[in-house]
């Protein structure tokens, strides 16, 4: 058996059958923003690999910075142990996070990191003698992860329904509706509508509700929506008003994916909770963290249980933390804002052409994310000649062809990643299940 003969009977990929599986691509290295494959051809990586890869792959700063650590300490429990890359990391959190969330808790992935935040949520209404108070109010056509928890967050009727079962309930308000940057008159009335309708189902709920939880602006991996940041104020309000711990899940926007280094910034207001990860360790290992204020740190410490109750095997890897480091001082000595601000210009000369096409519902772009909505997605064989046909790489899913571009490409690179979304969105609609495979 070849290599892609084994995967293809005994390993399963992400949201894939072991039954005739799509076809997979064996990758042999990296580089910026390219992929090298087994054969030998290059595809530009168009999604960031699920939006990681900010600084390029392979960078050698964060790859230096890995190799130096690994020659001191790979591993050690952060149970009775600390090392300095954590405590480094934790530092550099805290003076890039929006003012007072400079407590720290990491986590091994996303997902583990949106469960320690709403735990933290549940356990500081706990402390101050509100057991009553157990759920968190979240946003359809949010995404949140793929752990129990997380799925229970995120749209109920995206693209987890199939473990409803199982899930613990929360509360949902209606999609946010209003485009990041509709200011006409009907857009804002629409917008004081729903924020009416969020501070009514609030003030209706409020004893059971530990905490509001969004995507701040950019609802990615559900909806690919970009909403507007007035909505983020009104979530302040509510929180400030009930006391309910107000949690921004910057996993996927932060790291000046949608232009400021965090999206909710456009809001001018702070979360008291915030997760991050994917581009932390800028697509070099896995990591996230979860950041929380001073006030809700104290209030759980200070509650009879006293400790926070989560501990993963691997919190705080020291390598992971290391390239953590070497990433955050990459974010720190580029000037992304600008970049962003110019991938946003190319994309929208891309896709802007693209609007009232056959098939296309709308497009949109916000920062280093843009997104053709289509009716339904081109067949799998069409989808497989653009990327081949461009050597640029693209993961459609749901209804929606996008790309999410390395934060570092250059102007050529983002041409090229236009031309082949233009493409792919002017292939026809396939067939109906095409549709169904996800992020
Ligand atoms: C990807 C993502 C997660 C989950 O992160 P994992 O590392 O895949 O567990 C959570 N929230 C948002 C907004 C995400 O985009």
Redesign the pocket.
Known sequence: MTPLEYDRAYIWHPYASLKNPPPVRQVASASGVNLTLADGRQLVDAVSS??CVAHGHNHPAIVEAIRRQSEKLCHVMFGGFTHAPAVELAERLARIAPPGLNRVFFAD????S?EVAVKMAIQYQQAQGRPGRGKMLSLKGG????TAC?MALSDPDGMHTLFRGMMPSHFFAEKPSVAVDDGTPEGQARLDAEIAALARFADAHAGEIAGLIC?PVFQ??NAMNFYHPRYLQAMRRICDEHDFVLVF?E??AGFFRTGPRWAHSRAGIAPDVM?V??ALTGGHM?L?ATLASERVADVISNGSVGAFMHGPTYMANPLACAAANASLALFDQADYEKDVARIALQLHFALDPLAGRPNVRGVRVLGAAGVVEVERLPARADIERVIDAHGVWLRPFANFIYAMPPLVSDAATVARIGAALADLASCPPGPETSGDFHE
């Open positions: 699920w939006w992935s996303g997902s583990i949106v995404y949140h992860g793929d997380a995507e990615a991996a899940d996993i996927a997760t990860g994917k896995t996230a």
